[in-house]
């Protein structure tokens, strides 16, 4: 894979431990401090992997926004699933969002800060979406921003920051995250590993990797807050801190020093993973959700895997999932979509027969061809929109299900929001818990299609090998 990668036994063996006692006690004191309505724009619907008794709303209108600040929770998520647009479309809902969040506040009177939680893999519309979120809220109100987090460590997806390298675990070994496939993104490529020079480098040099400000894993496992908080109260125009962590204890350590500087006046905004999230949010630790929790009524209905993602370990997974006797498989050809009336029948055709099945008590998976749709060099731009095509085609078979399944799982970021927003119509779920570290199931809202179904979020590049195969299992098992 590369020269650079190393031993995840090796690693950790040299980073030092610390008494994390003190470190969850004062975390509680400096949240109940802290006063801010903390809002998550969720740029694919994996960001809750870490949460649960979190409201998630599906848009961004005025008056869901207003809704999320009513509640008693001091964090709600927004869907906006802005991983599937294009930079103009991104650049158009950022600024909504912006608005509405500052009307909202002001009628609640509430302060607020945003995470901008993008693909943990460094993926994403970035620096442009945390751009337009500033402009727009330093625009509309007496905000103004001092510094942007930049803090991508997420234990559940193997996700570490160390020495400011972000890597991915891939089982016993760390690649450096510029050499991996998620590196080689067709929309959203990148080079760097270094976390200061892929700011850089996706700034277009706007923001220089020297100038930023370093949070190390050695004054974090030293504790010393002060030291933390006193580099967070010298950061000025919008400049990027880059947070190292490989633990919660970590990041819990961070966001002490980063309430009490910003309850000293200084404002952040956040680029974040689902880490970050669940510390500021307060969010407890919970078991894995068991089978009674989540199949709350008995069916005689099968269930629904519909896997769209094409990466490596979702193809793995799949492999996997084919080794179960409890599934049958539809294969989507979406590559059709280069012909209308095909595609059209094609569709017709997988909605038929999974209609039938689940009617049956079967269960079954439907999969879009696992080739990907390459039209060649400088065509990124249409193959977003034909993949978009594709997402609505794919969506458009929950949407068009005439029985209820007994449950529902996506597989992959874009696929799950689409089928969760425009499939079930939901508007605002509450996500339930983990099903598996960092897979999420939502229970959908009485607006949506199939109210109170359980709904599982399986991202495209989380989970063991066997977790799906595992997952539809102890669903399916009656």
């Known amino acids: 894979m590369s020269t650079n990668k190393r031993l995840v036994e090796e690693v950790f063996s040299k980073i030092p431990a610390f008494d994390t006692t003190i470190v969850n006690e004062t ?144 089982d016993t070994e760390l690649v450096p995250a510029g050499e991996t496939e998620f590196a080689k993104d067709r929309t959203f490529g990148y080079t760097k590993s270094h976390l200061g020079e892929w700011a850089e480098e996706k700034s277009n040099g706007e923001y220089k990797a020297e100038h930023m400000t370093y949070i190390s894993l050695d004054s974090l496992r030293a504790v010393d807050i002060e030291t933390i908080e006193q580099q967070l109260l010298k950061v000025e125009d919008f400049n990027k801190v880059i947070v190292n962590a490989v633990d919660y204890s970590d990041v819990k350590v961070f966001t002490i020093a980063l309430i009490r500087a910003m309850n000293k006046g200084k404002n952040f905004l956040f680029r974040s993973a689902a880490a970050l999230t669940k510390v500021i949010g307060g969010v407890s630790d919970k078991a894995l959700l068991s089978r009674d929790e989540i199949m709350s009524e008995s069916t005689n209905h099968g269930g629904l895997v519909i896997i769209g993602s094409h990466v490596k370990k979702t193809t793995e997974q799949f492999e996997e999932l084919k080794k179960s006797n409890d599934i049958e498989f539809i294969e989507f050809d979406v590559h059709l979509v280069l012909e209308p009336e095909k595609f059209e029948k094609e569709l017709d055709r997988v909605v038929e027969e999974t209609n039938k099945l689940i009617l049956n008590g079967t269960n079954v998976a439907v999969y879009t061809r696992r080739e990907r749709l390459d039209l060649g060099e400088g065509k990124q731009e249409e193959e977003l929109k034909l993949s978009v095509k594709i997402s609505d085609a794919v969506t458009s078979i929950v949407k068009r299900l005439e029985v209820r399944p007994s449950y529902i799982i996506a597989k992959g970021g874009i696929t799950s929001s689409d089928i969760g927003t425009n499939g079930l119509e939901v508007k605002r779920a509450t996500v339930a818990g983990q099903i598996r570290p960092g897979i999420p199931v939502w229970t959908t809202d009485n607006e949506s299609k199939f109210p109170g179904i359980s709904y599982v979020i399986f991202p495209g590049n989380v989970g063991t090998k066997t977790d799906l195969r595992e997952v539809v299992e102890m669903l399916s098992n009656k």
């Open 27 to 170: 975390i509680q004191n400096e949240l109940s401090n802290f006063n801010k309505k903390i809002i998550v724009l969720d740029d694919d619907p994996t960001g809750v992997q870490t949460v649960h008794g979190i409201s998630v709303y599906t848009d961004w209108s005025l008056d869901s926004i207003e809704k999320g600040f009513q509640e008693e929770n001091s964090m709600f998520f927004i869907l906006t699933n802005s991983r599937g647009f294009t930079a103009a479309e991104t650049t158009k809902a950022h600024q909504e969002i912006a608005a509405n969040i500052v009307e909202a506040a002001k009628k609640s009177n509430r302060e607020f800060t945003i995470i901008s939680r993008g693909d943990s893999t460094l993926r994403g519309h970035y620096p442009l979406e945390t751009q337009v979120l500033k402009e727009t809220v330093e625009a509309n109100s007496d905000m103004k921003f001092d510094g942007e987090i930049i803090l991508p460590f997420f234990k559940e997806g193997g996700r570490f920051t160390i020495d400011n390298i972000h890597y991915v675990q891939y």
